[in-house]
């Protein structure tokens, strides 16, 4: 069980993936930081729904992956809830997302 604001980190698909909780609701994403390559499983979330690289403090909006600059951009991948419980991250496919 996650808490409100942490951040882990695993692999899947050959891709290095956080999963965060933030105000209850989970997000993820490419977890090395597009500036320097930064660990963002050793992140934290900010009171603005943000992770932030623990290398130089970028920091990107955990719905969008987005830097108010707009100088680097995250990837991120949808999640869904399954009636049990469990968590399923989307990754594109050629026609959308898969689950």
């Known amino acids: ?7 882990i980190g695993f692999d899947i698909n050959k891709k290095s993936i956080y999963l965060a909780k933030f105000e209850d609701a ?11 390559g930064g660990d963002l499983t050793e992140s934290k ?14 920091k990107f ?3 969008t992956g987005q830097m108010e600059n707009q100088e680097y951009c995250l990837n991120t ?5 399954t009636a049990d419980g469990d968590l399923l991250i ?10």
Do not use: R, T
């Open 77 to 81: 991948y949808p999640i869904k809830s």
């Open 26 to 36: 989970y997000f993820a994403g490419f977890s090395k930081c597009p500036h320097a």
């Open 61 to 63: 909006k955990l719905k």
């Open 45 to 58: 979330i900010n009171l603005q729904g943000e992770i932030v690289c623990p290398l130089h403090n970028y």
């Open 1 to 7: 069980m996650m808490n409100n604001g942490d951040v």
């Open 90 to 99: 989307g990754f594109k496919k050629k026609k959308g997302w898969f689950f």
